[in-house]
């Protein structure tokens, strides 16, 4: 979608908030500490929640032109994933 507007997804582009990168590294942090499977579900559950939120936040943002919202929101989601990825890596959870 971002290159049918001209636009590109460049690392250097894009400034998250401090709050969120934070939230990030916790999480991260506390699936690298656990093998529990409770609290890695448990993350893996809250975790899609927050990714389907963002999706439909991308759409919209596409839907009303708003791309560098978009982007923002591009460059979030794939920290989510990340996240996501790191609990099937650890589990079954798919």
Not at 27 to 34: K, P, V
């Amino acid at each position: 979608m971002l290159l049918l507007h001209g636009e590109t997804l460049e690392e250097n582009d894009i400034q998250l908030e401090s709050d969120f990168l934070m939230e990030v590294m916790d999480i991260s942090e506390e699936i690298a500490e656990t093998s529990d499977i409770d609290t890695l579900s448990s993350i893996f559950n809250n975790n899609r929640k927050k990714m389907d939120n963002t999706i439909q936040l991308i759409s919209q943002a596409f839907s009303n032109h708003k791309i560098k919202e978009a982007k923002q929101l591009i460059a979030k989601i794939k920290y989510l994933v990340n996240i996501e990825d790191k609990i099937k890596e650890k589990t079954y959870l798919h």
